[in-house]
């Protein structure tokens, strides 16, 4: 029979499956997991794997639940599922993202008790999730929260709430960088309580708590789906793993596809260890492999192979493939930020198509610089992630501030925010004292009439006066570098960063992409401009989906996704990793830094044949260090292991673009010998070769 079922597979419906995809498919009843490696067609096996139980086993569609983690990854199976089978067979499955399963259970739970929710996140409430949190981070801490802090604080919720940590165990988590937090998290947990509201994280959690207590909804479910299927198993947290668990009892009829190399929301409480023990919960489970690579190229599956080897928490499997080499992983290393771009703009415009390109990044921050250069230079763009927190930071306001001092000294509010973030040792008794007086006279001089001042202090205040106006001689670039060295801004975000919650890297990255916007612009009011212009250029680059253009993404974001031709931007210490990771690592803590390069590896793994890594040696003038994840490519790339990064063997017939034709006789670390028909024996670097691609098999 499923000799049959394949060949009617790959007859009718185009589906070829190789022998790894043919066991997980054929798998019926008990626990499994299937650990499928990027590329290696997971979905299709999904897919398949319901049309067999529905087809050649007689399960009601409806007996069965595929889960999986958002509405993009439902959908797409869904209509997966009807394009291929659904239309020929005229049959249907149920996809569901975990939370709409938790929104039916509720829905039942509520008709029988005469319980009703109200989600905090409905926007048509007078107030919201967001409105609320806000309010109570101001009543706890006296200080309104930004946006930074804000998305901070709501990740930790969440996380709380997936890891089903009790408030009472939060001192044991040294990961909590919110000021009160546990206040907060009381506070708002008893208002959401005391105004009947809920919010999508409690959907899992009274879920949970339904199957625990009410038996009978717990058996009408289990009996419901007895087959449950989980796609993208490595990104569920403990509280969705334990519904899971509940209504898949008592048949166990549990079958998880997932890869521990892509486990990459640690912060939402995803973690691979539930993966790892997984036969401590069921011992008899069954598990499948699928590690053939169908998207890349041999030189980028070889090298990604190796790379994710180096993290020791992971299932013992291999990336192979059975793609020809072409191009070879291209490290790029060049000086500062602007150098970057100019690779990326000068490659991109030699392309064919933009929309087989793909700009990828750890923090949404890099996507500022790479919008201000590919805008000037003609090349359209798509983000999906378009709410970005930069045009608002802090640090950024803060600038505009100076400058609209320095066009206007008389500006009493823009004073007010940066008086205590420069050179002038100015209190506030002082700042009480100038605000009573004449708003049309300057600031300085202003304060100059303040009897309290010490000598110094009128000195320093004059020359501060007269530097102000300086800004408004200098282009934007020079100004900010003025403002950050010689009126003492660098020097007090140094003194400061950490008393607010920040690292002085990340505010430092701020200025740096302030000047790559600045360097451009001639003027104060030219900067300001395109400061706007830059915000709405990203939050309309959403509406370009579909369109002949680069993609620029999070890798977070474009997990899933694939592409030619992919640049993986700001590899350096402190970003990619981030310095809280390698700070950890240090202490003998590796998690984080695993889960990085699990990040890391997601990226790599979107290129199907073009992958560029671009790292600095600069940015915002501070020397910065190559990331220590280019440093391990680099020596899996120069390893004599890595010789098939490029299929050539000893014996093997190939093509010099210079030399002609020829047979390799030896391949040594990366010297390779070749005896040319025409030019008889050559020694040769054989990276270099394929570097500019001079060698190719015959």
């Known amino acids: 029979m499923s000799n049959v079922f394949f060949n009617v597979l790959e007859k009718n419906f185009n589906i ?8 997980a498919t054929l798998h019926k009843d008990g626990p499994a997991i299937i650990l499928a490696v990027p590329g290696a067609g997971k979905t299709t096996v999904l897919i398949s ?21 958002s509405k993009a990854s439902a959908k797409d199976m869904k209509e997966r599922f009807n394009n291929v089978f659904g239309k020929k067979l005229g049959i249907t499955a149920n996809f569901s993202t975990i939370h709409s399963f938790a929104y039916y259970l509720l829905r039942d739970y509520a008709n029988l008790t005469r319980t009703r929710y109200t989600l905090i996140e409905d926007s048509s409430l007078s107030t919201n999730k967001i409105q609320i949190i ?29 890891m089903m940590i009790n408030i009472e165990d939060f001192r044991d988590y040294n990961n909590f960088n919110i000021r009160n937090f546990d206040k907060i998290f009381s506070s708002y947990e008893n208002y959401k309580k005391n105004n009947n509201l809920i919010d999508f994280d409690d959907m899992l959690s009274i879920a949970l708590n339904i199957l625990k207590k009410n038996n009978m909804l717990l058996e009408k479910y289990s ?17 969705q793993n334990e519904i899971v668990k509940l209504i898949s009892n008592p048949n166990d009829n549990i079958f998880i596809v997932a890869d521990d190399d892509q486990s990459i929301y640690g912060f939402r409480g995803a973690n691979p260890e539930y993966l790892l023990k997984f036969s401590d919960s069921y011992p008899n489970a069954k598990l499948f492999f699928m590690e053939k690579n169908y998207r890349s190229t041999k030189n980028i599956v070889s090298v990604c192979n190796e790379f994710i080897k180096q993290n020791k928490e992971r299932y013992d499997k291999s990336l192979c493939t059975d793609n020809p080499s072409k191009n070879p992983v291209t490290i790029v290393k060049v000086k500062d930020q602007i150098d970057q771009y100019e690779y990326i703009v000068k490659d991109v415009h030699n392309s064919k198509s933009y929309s087989d390109i793909a700009i990828l990044f750890r923090n949404n921050l890099s996507s500022v610089g790479l919008v201000e250069y590919l805008n000037r230079n003609d090349i359209p763009f798509y983000m999906k992630d378009t709410k970005l927190h930069f045009f608002k930071h802090w640090a950024v306001l803060d600038i505009l501030c100076f400058f609209n001092l320095a066009i206007d000294d008389t500006d009493i509010a823009s004073f007010e925010k940066i008086y205590y973030k420069m050179k002038g040792y100015i209190s506030k008794v002082a700042l009480k004292y100038i605000i009573k007086k004449d708003k049309s006279v300057s600031v300085f001089d202003r304060l100059l009439e303040f009897d309290e001042l010490k000598p110094f202090q009128r000195e320093t205040i004059k020359k501060l006066g007269i530097n102000i106006k300086k800004i408004t001689k200098k282009n934007p670039y020079d100004a900010i570098t003025f403002i950050e060295e010689e009126l003492g801004y660098l020097k007090y975000l140094q003194d400061n960063c950490k008393n607010f919650g920040y690292s002085f890297e990340s505010v430092n990255s701020i200025l740096s992409y302030l000047k790559v916007i600045a360097i451009e612009t001639t003027s104060i009011f030219d900067f300001v401009d395109r400061l706007n212009n830059l915000q709405s250029l990203i939050e309309n680059a959403k509406f370009n989906k579909g369109k002949n253009v680069v993609t620029l993404s999070t890798i977070h974001s474009a997990k899933g996704l694939e592409f030619d031709k992919v640049f993986m931007v700001d590899l350096i210490d402190g970003e990619f990793p981030s310095l809280s990771s390698m700070e950890m690592s240090e202490m003998g803590d590796f998690k984080a830094i695993e889960e990085e390069r699990r990040l890391f590896y997601v990226g790599m793994t979107r290129a199907k044949t073009s992958l560029h890594l671009i790292t600095l040696n600069y940015k915002n003038g501070e020397r910065v260090f190559n990331s220590r994840f280019i440093s391990e490519i680099e020596n899996i790339m120069s390893s004599s292991d890595s010789n098939y990064d490029y299929n050539i063997k000893v014996g093997s017939s190939i093509i010099h673009k210079k030399f002609g034709k020829g047979k390799v006789r030896a391949i040594d670390k990366n010297s390779i010998l070749i005896n040319f028909d025409d030019e008889g024996l050559k020694q040769l670097s054989l990276s270099l070769c394929m570097e500019k691609n001079l060698l190719s098999i015959s």
Not at 54 to 61: F, S, Y
Not at 144 to 160: A, F, M, P, R, S
């Open 16 to 23: 070829n499956l190789n022998n790894q995809q043919k066991l």
């Open 49 to 69: 794997r319901t049309a067999n139980l529905i087809l050649n086993h007689k399960v009601n569609p409806n007996n069965i639940l595929s889960i999986t983690f």
């Open 134 to 162: 806000k309010e109570i981070y101001r009543n706890t801490n006296n200080v309104i929260i930004n946006d930074d802090k804000l998305e901070e604080l709501l990740n930790t919720i969440g996380y709380v709430k997936n």
């Open 223 to 239: 009996k419901m789906y007895k087959y449950v299927q989980v796609d993208e198993g490595q990104d569920t947290s403990k509280i």
